[in-house]
């Protein structure tokens, strides 16, 4: 299976795929952390370009960032 690139990233950012502009590593700028109907947690948000993004994320690094600040709880 890849591994997202956001498990490499998380210390300094919150990252995912733009699938308009087919970019990987691109940023959030806007970032909430939404739990899903079966318990996983999902970083929803927009970049740069104003494109949404969604990125699946662990419980360890959903709550990680939140602590730091990256992202806005959502649930």
């Not at 308009?20 to 318990?39: D, Y």
């Not at 947690?41 to 939140?66: P, Q, T």
């Amino acid at each position: 299976f890849p591994s997202h690139d956001i498990h490499k990233n998380m210390s300094e950012k919150l990252t995912g795929y733009d699938l308009k502009k087919k970019e990987k590593n691109v940023p959030f700028t806007e970032a909430t952390i939404v739990k899903t109907s079966r318990g996983g947690y999902m970083v929803k948000g927009l970049n740069a370009y104003g494109n949404k993004m969604n990125v699946m994320i662990s419980e360890a690094n959903a709550l990680s960032a939140i602590e730091k600040g990256l992202a806005t709880k959502g649930f």
